[in-house]
Structure formats: structure tokens, C-alpha cells
């Protein structure tokens, strides 16, 4: 998983904005839809952004199409420490 973090957080383009997202998921779980809202990013920036954080086992959806509600898996959750010290690196 540490590895996976460090790649999908800061090995790639879209780093910054995941972390974001990310971070917003920890405050409380939300849908695509609120999180664009509230990161001022494109809906469909946001929804790419989710489904690489889903791809890697960072982030898990209620598993409803539209409006599903994102939140950290436990994986990611037994990472946070190390979570918290990338998100720093990369804001």
C-alpha cells in the first residue's frame, strides 16, 4: 500500500488534486457530485480522480452509479499516518 499511495498521490499529474480529494473523503464521506462542488474542480475531473483512487484500493463507493458516496478504504485507513505525511509533501 505505501508504495501505491506514494504513486497515486505524487507520481503522477493528477497527485495534487487526489490528494484533495482524499483529504475532503477523511472529513466525511461524499459524492462526486458535492466534492466538485466543494473543490471547485470539473465534475468529470473529479470523477476521473475517483475512479484512479478506486482502481488502487485508496477509496471505496457505496456501490450506487449515480450519486455514490466515496469514503477511504480500510486499507487507506491503516495508512493514514502515512497519508497525512504525503498529502503534506504534495500541498
Known sequence: MEAVLWYVLTGT???TNRARILRALDER?????RLA???DL?????????D??????IVRDS???????YLPTDEAR?????VEE???KVE
Open 78 to 82: 491503516r495508512n493514514w499516518e502515512l
Open 52 to 57: 484512479v483512487l478506486v482502481d488502487n484500493g
Open 37 to 39: 462542488e466543494e473543490l
Open 29 to 33: 464521506p461524499r459524492n462526486a457530485n
Open 42 to 50: 470539473h465534475y468529470e475531473t473529479v470523477r476521473h480522480h475517483l
Open 63 to 69: 456501490g450506487e452509479d449515480d450519486g455514490a458516496i
Open 13 to 15: 499529474r493528477g497527485g
Open 86 to 88: 504525503i498529502i503534506e
